[in-house]
């Protein structure tokens, strides 16, 4: 029995761990669509973040201001969205993928002196009161920053999304870019800080893999959980707290995918790697029968980008 | 003064022409990024070591083609700006190498790692199993649970035989030793080599190794959580101050003189060049203050006996997973073999496909 809980309890630390970078990438994502804007490039943000993070974490040997260089590094990338889509009308799909691949090549770029360098990493709660605590201390000690950071960042978004007025006004200029302009406010304004923080929170992403979960810069790291953060966006509904079930379902399935290989399960590896995937895509589909009138919390300016991408 | 700045001229040109007549241009074609501190990186250390032991030479690169008529694209490229030789690096190039080579017969072509020849192209790569048969020996003897974690990209032969050597080796020096094996589906995949090697510590490895890319990700788990590691590809020693056991390291650089050489002299041999512990094209790396001397010696001693042939990697009995034999007792895997490999031997948990 205690074995049994163990093991459970492994596997529930060692998703939290797989999802937190996936995690602040969704809230970060989420808010920017709640402002009608859909960026796909938050994985060549999420690079760059790694990048510069893992960088100046190198050169300064203070991996606290790796972390702010990540978010820095994304949200400058982010302005490229934003210039391209707000500034001169162009595509947003189209603009986000020149972003994802521009952030690709930055990074793989300007990273290459960096490689094999060693860091200090943020450390973890080992040490503290929380490890001294019976059967769970083992398990939340290792818990580093960046996991602590994401977690608290949900209920922080949640208020100001849905407690505050200028919360308000960025969730209506995401329904209807008229009703804010009604209001005597700029829905661009909104647009523009909702594309920063999604880059915040991506090269947040960038660094809570290579400074904090890895120590390390390997070109292309984030292999393609960027874009699995922007779809379990829709997973999450667009809400922040329903992002921790979504993100964690893509972190236990990628746990679960290891565990059971390390336990010797007689299953081909070749069908577990698609865990990660079929899961979420599983619960999507169950999750949104009967949700397809409302279209599961979209927000509805969002419907525009699509339309106009015919 | 006009007529001085002439001759001037004329004579600087005709000595760079002089100079790049006598250079020889050698290019290579890497499937991953040079910097990958891994499999690319050690054919670029080679390639960096060939530019500082030789005047006569000129080399350049391209970085991340993949294996499809791209590299074909790429090899023509380098011919027509006067490449004599060519280094296709990745396993998956050959097909194409094959047929730029006929095209061009006067063009030289090493290829890394295939079991197909032309005229003007051989094949070079080395026994690396062997080194990695020797870091086994070191992590059986070093292991408190008997339980070693590899953590593994695809399941192709190189892969295989390393897996399964390191296995061996261990298996030699403390029959009780069993290797879990998790895939990550994934040369690179930094998070997931992170992840898997906490899930094997958890389930009971004390010493953990792989081949991936990089062994940074999986060293520096280990050494967090207190583990041994046994590194691949380049040395990542530094990562691993308390838990380095011993890594099985490529050392490209002389090899691909040699061929070079062979290219520009006339010796060419259109065959399947195979470095080993000898020739020092695959090696043991410095042991980590982990291992005793006493151990330490013991690798060596085995070390020598298969660098004068007294003893074998591939040498019967060897046993399958279920149990089943596989080489016979007195028979030994050939070569070609041991390059086609498709099966995980006894103490082995994992499943291939």
């Known amino acids: 029995m205690e074995y049994f809980a163990t093991e459970l309890l492994t596997l529930l630390f060692a998703a939290l761990r797989s999802a937190t970078p ?3 990438v969704v809230l970060g994502e989420a808010m920017t669509q709640r402002s009608g804007v859909i960026n796909l490039g938050v994985e060549g943000q999420m690079l760059l973040g790694a990048m510069t993070g893992f960088a100046v974490a190198s050169v300064t040997g203070d991996p606290w201001l790796g972390v702010m260089a990540a978010c820095f590094a994304g949200i400058a990338l982010s302005m490229v969205h934003a210039i391209l889509v707000l500034g001169c009308g162009a595509n947003q799909i189209a603009s986000g993928v020149a972003v994802l691949i521009l ?59 849905f407690r505050t007025r200028t919360g308000l006004r960025w969730r209506s200029t995401g329904e209807s870019q008229d009703i804010t302009r009604n209001l005597g406010h700029n829905p661009v304004h909104y647009q523009l800080a909702a594309i920063a923080f999604g880059g915040l929170m991506s090269g947040f992403a960038g660094a809570a893999l290579a400074v904090d979960y890895t120590a390390n810069w390997v070109e292309g790291m984030t292999a393609g959980r960027g874009l699995v953060a922007v779809g379990l966006v829709i997973v999450a509904r667009w809400n922040p707290w329903y992002a921790l079930p979504a993100a964690l379902l893509f972190g236990a399935s990628e746990a679960l995918n290891l565990k059971l290989q390390s336990w010797g399960v007689n299953i081909s590896p070749y069908l577990l790697a698609t865990l990660p995937y079929m899961i979420p895509l599983s619960v999507l589909m169950l999750s949104y029968r009967g949700l397809r009138a409302s279209g599961g919390g979209m927000p509805a300016g969002l419907s525009v980008v699509f339309q106009s991408a015919r | 003064m006009k007529k001085v700045i002439r001759t001037l001229l004329a004579t600087s040109i005709l000595a760079i022409s002089v100079q790049a007549a006598a250079e020889t241009k050698v290019g290579f074609i890497y499937v991953g990024p040079k910097s990958d501190y891994g499999y690319n990186y050690a054919q670029d250390q080679g390639r960096l070591y060939m530019e500082e032991h030789m005047d006569d030479v000129e080399t350049l690169y391209f970085e991340n083609i993949p294996e499809n008529a791209d590299v074909q694209r790429v090899m023509e490229r380098m011919v027509r700006s006067g490449v004599e030789v060519v280094f296709p690096t990745s396993y998956g190039y050959l097909d194409h190498a094959l047929k730029v080579a006929e095209k061009y ?25 062997q080194a990695m048969y020797l870091a ?38 403390n029959p009780e030793v069993t290797t879990s094996v998790i895939w990550t589906s994934s040369w690179s995949d930094p998070t997931r080599e992170a992840e898997a090697a906490e899930a094997l510590i958890s389930g009971g490895a004390d010493v953990l190794t792989g081949h991936v890319d ?38 490209w650089g002389p090899m691909m003189i040699d061929i070079v050489n062979s290219a520009k002299d006339g010796s060419w041999k259109s065959e399947h060049l195979r470095g080993d512990l000898l020739t020092e094209a695959a090696k043991l790396s410095d042991f980590g203050s982990a291992v005793s001397e006493e151990d330490q010696q013991t690798v060596l001693d085995r070390q020598k006996a298969i660098m004068n ?16 034999v596989i080489v016979e007792e007195g028979d030994t895997m050939t070569l ?18």
């Open chain 1, 103 to 161: 952030g690709g090549g930055l990074s793989a770029y300007y990273g290459t002196p960096f490689v094999g360098d060693k860091i200090d990493t943020l450390g973890n709660l080992n040490h503290t009161f929380v490890s001294d605590i019976p059967l769970l201390g083992q398990f939340l000690g290792p818990i580093t920053p960046t996991v602590l950071i994401t977690l608290l960042a949900i209920p922080a978004i949640s208020i100001f999304l």
């Open chain 1, 22 to 24: 996936v995690l602040a």
């Open chain 2, 214 to 251: 990089s062994p940074i990700n999986y060293v520096q788990v280990a050494e967090r959580r207190g583990v041994y590691s046994v590194g691949y590809h380049a040395d990542a020693s530094q990562f691993a101050p308390k838990g380095w056991l011993v890594g099985a390291i490529w050392n």
């Open chain 2, 309 to 324: 042939e007294e003893f074998r990697v591939w040498a019967g009995p060897v046993f399958g997973q279920d149990g089943t």
């Open chain 2, 336 to 353: 070609e073999e041991t390059e086609k490999m498709d099966f995980l031997v006894q103490g082995v948990q994992g499943r291939l496909k």
């Open chain 2, 136 to 173: 086994g020996v070191a992590a059986g003897l070093t292991t408190g649970t008997n339980q070693l974690g590899f953590i593994a990209a695809h399941p192709i032969p190189q892969v295989l035989r390393n897996i399964n050597a390191f296995t061996r080796g261990a298996q030699s020096v």
């Open chain 2, 105 to 129: 017969p006067d063009v030289h072509f090493a290829h890394s790692g295939g079991l197909k020849t032309s005229d003007n192209l051989m094949t070079y790569f080395a026994e690396i199993d």
